[in-house]
């Protein structure tokens, strides 16, 4: 639903926002969408990446609370985007 998590998960007056990420090695890349990073900003500890890592071996997961203050360091990357469509009269 572009909501900026993957699920919502309440306990009580507690709730959390998690977001899956996946890696087929021990170490890579992720990356935040421009909704995802806003919403981590804005739920801070409310806000958590799931991450399953070494899906090519033995898969685990580790799970990050407040994922902007944590010792990941997101960095912006902007791109451009071409997308193709096609179009038809009626």
Known sequence: ???????KLSSNSNFYCVEVKGLNELKGNIQLTEKEYSIA???KSN????????FKEKPFHE???????SQLNFK???RKV???????TI
């Open 41 to 43: 900003e804005s739920l």
């Open 1 to 7: 639903m572009a909501c900026g998590f993957d699920y």
């Open 76 to 78: 912006i990357a902007n």
């Open 47 to 54: 806000y958590c990446l799931f991450i399953v890592k070494n």
């Open 82 to 88: 071409i997308q193709v469509s096609y179009n038809a």
């Open 63 to 69: 799970i990050i609370f407040d994922p902007l203050n």
